[in-house]
């Protein structure tokens, strides 16, 4: 029996000294993202080269990959700007929902320091890197995703002949799916259509452009990004007629956050939709995600969602066309809008 605890232990310690490299590995691709591709080179004024040395101390304490992404999470987390962050394969299935990542934009190989060992043969010293294990097809799996959505589910009411959808998020596609349901079901007997965008965080850059395409077409965005300047944002689809040309109005308020404000911005200054509510809250740092090899995501704020003219939302948020603060009256006066003799 000893021998077989003495045995098992050895077995440990070995796992944990493979896993190790590979570890450090993941933690540098995570680190050298932000400090390549945040939008705001002075990192929210915080040493992102002090925060790297204290999470490289940290990660000796590390002894599984759940417990190696909560750290890159927490690091992440160090940026306190509300959007960037770490998710886990197992997160990035259940939060994503398949949505697409980039590729790192850079080779592991390049990413650990040189360092200089005698080269056998050779006099002197010569640089070398040190050698990176390619991560194999994947780490231990982490249990299994629950099946249930860590999201509120969107929710579609017809009444009055208005269609009223209220979306949670736009990270999930359900969302943007149910708006579309919606449409093809109750188009040709509705007066309009109300999206509810009440506490809603916001998302994915891809899914507001999504969503917009609903309703309007155009390139109403651009991202004002970290070394590339501004890059024009189109709607998805880009050409076209919207699936629907019927009354919108948009419900915002202080909680409404990043991609929401700006669907609710570009469907404002399209003239597309008339906006009911408070001044949303002026936080729209647009989200990148990139792709570990292991089917982990980090989620990077590489740029800040503006109008494709005009200043940025950034600090100052969507001003709504008719400012009602009590949130019974908002759907109310929604309702009035649509209805109203035309």
Same mark, same amino acid.
């Given at each position: ?18 896993? @190790? ?7 540098? *691709?995570?680190? +050298? ?16 080269? @002090?925060?790297? !040395? @204290? ?27 509300? $959007? ?35 080269? &056998? ?22 249990? %299994?995703?629950?099946?249930? %959505?860590?999201? *509120?589910?969107?929710?579609? $009411? ?9 979306? =949670? ?29 009440? #506490? ?6 891809? +899914? ?23 890059? &024009? ?11 629907? $040309? ?8 202080? =909680? ?8 609710? #911005? ?15 809250? #002026? ?9 570990? &090899? ?7 704020? !590489? ?7 005009? &200043? ?31």
């Amino acid at each position: 029996m000893r021998g077989w605890v003495v045995l098992l232990v050895l077995s440990g310690s070995l796992a944990l000294a493979q896993s @190790t490299p590979v570890f450090a590995l993941r933690l540098e *691709q995570a680190w +050298r993202l932000v400090k390549e591709r945040y939008y705001d080179t002075g990192f929210n004024g915080v040493n992102w080269e @002090t925060v790297g !040395n @204290t999470y490289r101390i940290k990660l000796s304490e590390i002894r599984d990959w759940e417990g190696l992404y909560r750290l890159l999470d927490e690091m992440y987390g160090e940026l306190g700007d509300d $959007h960037s962050r770490v998710l886990s394969p197992a997160q990035a299935r259940r939060y994503l929902s398949g949505g697409q990542c980039l590729a790192l934009p850079f080779r592991d190989q390049d990413l650990l320091p040189i360092s200089t060992q005698p080269t &056998p043969g050779a006099p002197g010293a010569q640089p070398v890197r040190p050698v990176i294990p390619t991560p194999q097809p994947s780490p231990p799996p982490l249990p %299994s995703e629950p099946s249930w %959505s860590p999201y *509120q589910a969107p929710q579609v $009411h017809f009444t009055d002949g208005v269609v009223i959808v209220r979306l =949670s998020n736009l990270v999930d596609a359900a969302g943007l799916s149910a708006l579309q349901d919606a449409i093809r079901r109750y188009d040709a007997r509705a007066r309009g259509y109300v999206l509810d965008l009440r #506490g809603n965080p916001g998302g994915l850059v891809l +899914r507001m452009a999504e969503v917009a395409g609903v309703f309007m077409r155009g390139v109403p965005w651009r991202i004002v990004s970290r070394g590339m300047g501004a890059v &024009p944002l189109p709607t998805i689809p880009f050409l076209g007629r919207p699936q629907t $040309h019927k009354p919108l109005v948009v419900l915002i308020d202080g =909680s409404v956050n990043s991609a929401a404000e700006g669907l609710a #911005g570009a469907l404002k200054n399209a003239r597309r939709a008339y906006i009911i509510g408070t001044r949303s809250a #002026g936080n729209t740092e647009a989200l990148t995600p990139y792709c570990f &090899p292991d089917g982990g995501v980090a989620l990077v704020a !590489n740029g800040v969602l503006a109008p494709f003219s005009g &200043p940025t939302w950034e600090g100052r948020g969507v001003e709504p066309d008719l400012v009602e603060a009590d949130p019974r009256e908002q759907l109310e006066a929604a309702l009035r809008y649509i209805l109203r003799p035309r």
